[in-house]
């Protein structure tokens, strides 16, 4: 026998040749996994000389970065237009002339406010859903780039709509989705998968964060640096002002209903639902959980 014809036995007798099935399946996988990383880690790009610029929120080399990364297509000219600063005499002194009093009754103010899941079909004034909203718009944002969208709903024929969304989701969610914990710690709230109040309230209010804008002139994206932060600062305010008003509220968060309340509406793919608040008068029967809020010695820390 020649000495070809034993290598060639051998070759053919190699472990590597035998198990070629089940070496195959694993170098695939392998190298799914190492793809899927990259992507997750890195959005499909190592960092470097020709990574991509990164358009979200997360830590590079321990350092905590925002918007993009050393892009080539740097902008010399700021999304903000530049303006002169101007005088600011500081806040003003409201509710009250003594400023601990104005503060105190601030406190009242929203130390009533309580999350209503049943509400009276007592129209609300549009006008002053409106004036609320507009009071949102007044919160900071990064870079002043307020990236929210207020989308208000009154039309009854889209309520119900978003209501036969929310409450498919919601049973798959409360079904399957959900832990057993999450359920169990939801049960003093007496809430399920039914959301009666998405058709009773008057008006809805779906608050979207806007993840990037459009430059003035049309040529491409605008950073909307801490987009979610700056939505969620104005939603605080929202309530604040809606409970001013003497309106009830409900912040919910409807779990993979986002992108299909988003295309109900026709928003554009740059906005992301954040939250939806049912807007409107608590009904006669209304009923709420006996709560307590913690002192204020239990959440402040002085140094």
């Known amino acids: 026998m020649s000495v070809v014809e034993e290598i060639v036995r051998a070759f053919d007798r190699s472990l590597i040749i035998s198990c070629w099935k089940f070496v195959f399946p694993v170098l695939v996988c392998f190298y799914l ?20 610029p990164q358009e979200v929120e997360e830590k590079l080399d321990g350092i905590e970065y925002v ?12 999304v903000l237009e530049e303006k002169d600063h101007v005088p600011f005499a500081g806040a003003k002194v409201t509710l009250d002339s ?13 130390n009533d406010r309580r999350s ?33 969208t207020f989308c208000v709903i009154s039309d009854k024929d889209i309520k119900e709509q978003i209501r036969e969304i929310i409450e498919n989701e ?10 057993k914990q ?3 710690d939801l049960r003093p709230l007496r809430t399920n998968h ?3 109040y998405l058709t009773e309230a008057p008006h809805l209010v779906l608050i979207f964060k806007q993840t990037y804008g459009i430059k003035a002139d049309g040529t491409g994206k605008k ?12 939603t605080g305010i929202l309530l604040c002002a809606l409970q001013a008003a003497g309106l009830n509220s409900l912040v919910t968060t409807p779990l993979n209903c986002g992108p299909a309340l988003r295309n109900l509406l026709g928003r554009p793919v740059n906005e992301k639902l954040l939250v939806l608040l049912p807007v409107g008068y608590a009904a006669d029967d209304c009923k709420v959980p006996d709560l307590k809020r913690k002192p204020v010695e239990e959440i402040m820390a002085k140094y």
């Open 223 to 234: 950073q909307h640096y801490y987009n979610e932060i700056s939505t969620s600062i104005a």
């Open 170 to 179: 919601e049973f798959i969610n409360y079904q399957q989705r959900m832990s």
């Open 33 to 52: 996994f190492i793809f899927i990383y990259d992507k997750r880690r890195y959005g499909g790009k190592r960092k470097g000389a020709d990574a991509a």
């Open 194 to 196: 039914v959301k009666e």
């Open 116 to 148: 209503v899941r049943k509400y009276s079909s007592k129209p609300v004034d549009l006008a002053i859903v409106e004036k609320c909203i507009h009071a949102a718009g007044t919160s900071p944002s990064g870079a002043h780039t307020e990236p929210w």
């Open 98 to 110: 003594d400023p601990l009093k104005a503060a105190a009754k601030f406190y009242a103010i929203v």
């Open 67 to 78: 918007g993009e990364v050393d892009s080539d297509d740097f902008d010399p000219t700021p």
């Open 182 to 184: 999450w359920t169990t």
